[in-house]
């Protein structure tokens, strides 16, 4: 799934690789319930959250 997302930015070969890796830092579990339980963050905040990360890195 990984993979099929990081397809969704223009970063090709190793460029892709850092998207790629907070891509799956945002599918873990671990991450989302860290946002939403102790942080207090709503579902959707949680989304937006890791998007904007993954997004402010595929842009470097």
């Known amino acids: 799934m990984r993979e099929t997302l990081?397809?969704?930015?223009a970063a090709r070969g190793r460029r892709r690789v850092v998207p790629a890796?907070?891509?799956g830092h945002a599918?873990?579990?671990a991450s989302w319930r860290s946002l939403v339980h102790p942080l207090g963050?709503?579902?959707d905040e949680a989304v937006d959250v890791m998007l904007q990360t993954v997004d402010s890195i595929a842009d470097r």
């Open 6 to 9: 990081a397809r969704g930015w």
């Open 27 to 29: 599918l873990d579990f």
């Open 41 to 43: 963050l709503a579902d």
């Open 21 to 23: 890796a907070a891509i």
